[in-house]
């Protein structure tokens, strides 16, 4: 015969997992985690709960997305501004100027369409670009064009894209675990918790120590409003679920 009711831990929602876990603490810190023989497994649950803050808090999306999304639309624009500048001058009366516009286009043809690149190929794709139209080969043709101003633009958007996708990625690197990687822990660990309780009972009797008793009522109440707490929730899913194909049907 089991005295301590099974909890479903692995049905609860994070947020409800969590209150359960520390309502299992506040129980094992009031009737003292020594005497129940739960020490390791208390200290251990207090750090997961610590721990686990930053997981349920944390936002599923960067902040710096949508700056990142922004960043490369002004990019993208500086790429269509250079292009449609150079497209110009390839008609310019001055033949001097129309073949450097056209030795640039044969040039900028070879990267292909910037704008359908990934993120970091477009990234790479206009370093690249810029490096050319610095060098020693092409900077002269810039500058008898007038397209300095331009190629500056595309450099400087380009660098802050980058600069914003370092954030992002240091962002994430310092990122808690999500919430289904960091709940596991806690449940095996009050699953442990029960498992101990349980075996020093068969081995030793209730009477083992003056603590069990109480645990095991006020876990098993623990227990029963928990799972109350689950039936109401699948009772509003099913609801929920229930309207929804009335609403199709209509």
Same mark, same amino acid.
């Given at each position: 015969?089991?005295?301590l009711e099974n909890i479903p831990l692995h049905a609860m929602r994070n947020e409800t997992l969590v209150r359960a876990a520390?309502?299992?603490?506040?129980l094992i810190k009031k009737l003292g985690a020594g005497a129940l023989g739960l020490m390791a497994l208390f200290t251990a649950l207090g750090q997961l709960l610590l721990k686990v803050t930053g997981s349920l808090d944390q936002a599923e999306k960067s902040a710096i997305t949508e700056n990142l999304r922004r960043q490369d639309r002004s990019r993208d624009n500086a790429v269509r501004s250079f292009l449609m500048a150079l497209k110009g001058l390839l008609t310019?009366?001055? $033949?001097?100027?129309?073949?450097?516009?056209?030795?640039?286009?044969v040039l900028v043809d070879g990267y292909g369409n910037f704008t359908r690149k990934t993120y970091?190929?477009?990234s790479a794709a206009i370093s690249d670009l810029v490096t050319e139209l610095y060098s020693a080969t092409y900077a $002269?043709?810039?500058?008898?064009?007038?397209?300095?101003?331009?190629?500056?633009?595309?450099?400087?958007?380009?660098?802050?894209f980058i600069?914003?996708?370092?954030?992002?990625?240091?962002?994430?690197?310092?990122?808690?675990? $999500?919430?289904?990687?960091a709940r596991v822990p806690i449940q095996e660990n009050l699953a442990a918790i029960a498992e101990r309780v349980e075996a020093v009972i068969v081995l030793n009797g209730m009477d083992f120590a003056p603590e069990l008793e109480p645990f095991v009522r006020e876990y098993n109440v623990i227990?029963?409003?928990?799972?109350?707490?689950?039936?109401?929730?699948?009772?509003?899913?099913?609801?929920?679920a229930e309207e929804e194909e009335v609403v199709e049907d209509e």
């Open positions: 015969m089991k005295h520390q309502d299992v603490y506040d310019h009366p001055d $033949p001097d100027k129309r073949a450097a516009a056209e030795r640039l286009t970091a190929d477009e $002269p043709l810039v500058i008898l064009l007038g397209l300095g101003d331009w190629v500056t633009v595309l450099k400087d958007s380009n660098e802050k600069e914003l996708m370092h954030e992002r990625d240091a962002e994430r690197a310092g990122r808690a675990d $999500p919430m289904h990687v227990v029963h409003r928990y799972k109350h707490v689950l039936a109401l929730e699948q009772g509003h899913r099913k609801e929920n």
